[in-house]
């Protein structure tokens, strides 16, 4: 399974930007999670968003929450992460992630890996 993510750039607090994870390879079963991990320079990893289509289960790190959305177009294979309200904070690498997770907001348990889009919110 390979994961593309795109839709990172440039954007203004307050603004909003709608990230993309799209598999290919094979198409993923209902039971694999699919997450959003982000990355800021000289910070850990941080979970971001979750969702797993068979238990109909979205997840929200609690700098997400009530900003962000995640959803599934499942026609498309795609994620996507909408994001509003950004704020400077929210600026990082952010990678989808796919897996088995037992919990969705462990990035152990995710085994596929997208390469990172860069998102920047200038304040």
């Known amino acids: 399974v390979q994961l593309q993510a795109s839709g990172g750039g440039l954007a203004q607090a307050g603004g909003a930007l709608r990230l993309s994870c799209t598999a290919s390879g094979r198409t993923l079963s209902a039971d694999y999670a699919v997450g959003w991990f982000r990355q800021a320079p000289g910070k850990e990893r941080e979970f971001v968003a979750a969702t797993r289509r068979s238990y109909g289960t979205t997840f929200y790190g609690d700098s997400a929450k009530g900003r962000f959305t995640i959803a599934s177009d499942n026609s498309k294979n795609t994620v996507y992460l909408h994001m509003n309200r950004l704020e400077p904070e929210d600026t990082g690498v952010y990678y989808c992630?796919?897996?088995?997770?037992?919990?969705?907001?462990?990035?152990?348990?995710?085994?596929?890996w997208g390469q990172g889009t860069q998102v920047t919110v200038s304040s």
């Open positions: 992630a796919a897996g088995l997770a037992d919990t969705m907001t462990f990035s152990s348990g995710y085994s596929y």
